[in-house]
């Protein structure tokens, strides 16, 4: 087993609450996970298997009775039968630890699950692998990317075509095993599992056939902001559907959405975010994108190496000792930073991805005016690129090769 940098976390949110929701895409390690950290006397319970389910769905208190923890249940989204009776069963005994609970949707769109749980329960989200797990790599960049004084390191540094092949790859623990020729089936019959599946169990709706249609313009447009309106014409869904079934891809970690930074947080909520894909391998494989096309198409590689340090960045900010949360920042003039990572303290960090392999300080515009706007709060610039060299290019403002997000 690969160890996860989300393992730490998720034991310490087990020692001191009744109820831990792991919730994370479908195939991303969570059964795996979960298993690994159980204590011994901890029983596994999946809803996958239908007598379990039945008996969860006819008779939830019962269920607990003869399950009354330590317990893992697994795919909690099928049986919201169950949250009430948790609920009542925490209110009883509020043993840290009780109830591990699984779920392929996230927490706060499951039926009932927020409302039963508040209070009670802390989420936890495991992605899939991000290239530090891959690669075996304990360290969290992140920690050195946030800390007040920062020395760049050293590493071996990734070439295009290694860039290309981790991209295509993504990240999930089973899809990354197979060969290039062997993942496209992988990938359709994952889209088709969550689509048929999942979404079912989210909402009954209608128009089911729409939604891979949907999912592969979204997939096109990864990396850019959200206009309802000229996606509605694209996809040819109404607004008011389109918003619906966003937020249930969204809910099944299909697609993240990246919301704006500004100095106020009331101005976060009216400017637009941006769309990102789940997971690169998956973003390829709607797009037709294979390694070798990503190499022949920069534009299209530039374009997925955004989304695939946004997506890293992601995954390693679930165990950074910050937690920072994520945002991108574009101004009335259009100069924009990829990223930003602000602290609960509010400093932030902003990081701009580019594709090509030279960089010169004209490239360090957008994370200028975010330093600018940011003001005392800014501590440093980092620019992404897939050149070898890590250079400064003023103070606070440094170029790092894509390669550091693993090395």
Excluded at 98 to 125: C, D, I, K
């Amino acid at each position: 087993m690969i160890p996860r940098g989300l393992a730490a976390p998720l034991r310490a949110a087990l020692a001191d609450r009744p109820v831990v929701v792991l919730q994370g895409p479908r195939q991303s390690g969570k059964t795996t996970l979960a298993r690994a950290l159980a204590p011994a006397g901890r029983r596994y319970l999946t809803l996958d298997e239908a007598s379990l389910l039945a008996s969860a769905r006819a008779d939830p208190a019962g269920f607990l009775a003869l399950h009354p923890g330590p317990v893992v249940i697994d795919e909690i989204q099928m049986a919201p039968e169950l949250l009430p009776a948790i609920k009542l069963s925490v209110d009883r005994d509020r043993t840290p630890g009780r109830f591990l609970l699984t779920g392929s949707a996230n927490a706060l769109v499951v039926p009932g699950l927020a409302r039963a749980l508040v209070g009670r329960m802390e989420a936890v989200t495991l992605w899939p692998f991000a290239q530090a797990e891959i690669g075996g790599h304990r360290a969290n960049p992140l920690d050195a990317w946030l800390a007040p004084r920062f020395t760049p390191g050293s590493g071996r540094p990734a070439d295009r075509t290694h860039l290309a092949g981790r991209m295509a790859a993504g990240g999930y623990p089973e899809a990354v095993q197979f060969a290039p020729s062997r993942r496209a089936g992988w990938h359709e019959s994952y889209v088709g599992t969550i689509l048929k599946r999942d979404v079912r169990e989210l909402a009954d709706i209608e128009g089911l056939t729409l939604l891979p249609r949907l999912l592969g313009v979204v997939a096109a447009r990864a990396t850019g902001l959200l206009n309802f309106a000229d996606l509605s014409r694209t996809a040819g869904i109404p607004q008011s559907t389109l918003k619906r079934y966003l937020a249930l891809l969204e809910a099944t970690f299909l697609v993240q959405m990246l919301p704006a930074w500004a100095r106020s947080s009331a101005t976060r909520l009216i400017r637009a975010p941006k769309v990102v894909m789940g997971d690169t391998g998956l973003m390829c494989h709607l797009v037709a994108a294979s390694e070798r096309r990503l190499l022949d198409d920069p534009v299209l590689f530039g374009q997925v190496l955004e989304n695939f340090v946004g997506l890293e960045v992601r995954k390693l900010a679930g165990w950074a000792r910050l937690r920072p949360r994520l945002y991108h920042y574009r101004d009335a003039g259009g100069r924009e930073a990829d990223l930003v990572l602000e602290t609960p303290d509010g400093s932030a960090v902003g990081i701009e991805v580019k594709g090509e392999a030279r960089v010169d300080a004209r490239d360090f515009g957008g994370l200028k005016a975010f330093a600018a706007a940011a003001g005392p709060r800014f501590l440093r610039g980092l620019l992404f690129y897939t050149g070898s060299e890590r250079a400064a290019f003023g103070p606070g403002f440094v170029a790092l090769p894509v390669s550091d997000l693993w090395t």
